[in-house]
């Protein structure tokens, strides 16, 4: 598994920087740089995909403060990265028309997000904000790697080329990662119209 540190080095590889870094405390441009744009590029990264490895699934703390539009307030998970969808109860792949409809909202006071449905006892599927870089998948890494390289190259490289072909390789590998998920999980067959049945009946 890659550590902070390795994908760190990848990302200043990858905009041709002579210089690695060992740790990110150190005294140097480089670890400076990474340490300015690390957190935030993987943050970015975990929101920009339904990563399996960071799914997380959770009954939602109901506030019990409903809107004149919806019929529930649940809290918004302080650790949630990315909302998949809130479940629909029964059904593990429901149909466009069957999913649950919510709204993100702010506390009056401001304190937090809130979770608008109508949904009784919600529960929510999500991208959790995962800092564990073992508990990274390659794919991620080598996503977050590329990503990070399109931060890094402005300030370490002075060259918006770089960082723009770093952010198209970025975006190539998120449309591999998606290729690779649904490899991973088996969705039910779409049923066969009563017409196709008739004709092959």
């Not at 650790?79 to 479940?87: L, Q, T």
């Not at 997000?113 to 991620?140: C, H, R, W």
Request: aromatic fraction near 8%; hydrophobic fraction near 40%; charge should be negative.
């Amino acid at each position: 598994m890659a550590s902070v540190i390795q994908i760190c080095n990848i990302a200043l590889m990858r905009i041709g920087s002579s210089r690695t870094i060992n740790s990110l405390s150190e005294q140097s441009k480089q670890a400076d740089v990474c340490n300015v744009f690390y957190e935030s590029a993987r943050d970015a990264v975990l929101s920009d995909f339904d990563w399996n490895f960071a799914s997380k699934r959770v009954v939602l703390a109901d506030l019990d403060t409903p809107s004149s539009d919806w019929q529930f307030a649940y809290r918004y998970p302080t650790d949630c990265s990315r909302i998949i969808e809130i479940m629909t109860p029964g059904i593990r792949f429901p149909a466009p028309g069957m999913r649950v409809t919510y709204e993100v909202g702010s506390d009056p006071d401001g304190t937090g997000k809130i979770i608008y449905t109508n949904q009784p006892e919600a529960q929510l599927l999500y991208v959790g904000k995962i800092t564990d870089p073992n508990m990274f998948d390659s794919l991620f890494s080598d996503a977050l790697s590329w990503r990070l390289a399109a931060e890094l190259a402005m300030p370490l490289s002075a060259s918006g080329d770089l960082g723009n072909k770093a952010l198209q390789m970025y975006n190539a590998v998120i449309l591999s990662a998606g290729a690779r998920s649904m490899n991973e999980s088996e969705e039910p067959p779409v049923p066969e119209s009563e017409f196709t049945i008739a004709r092959l009946s």
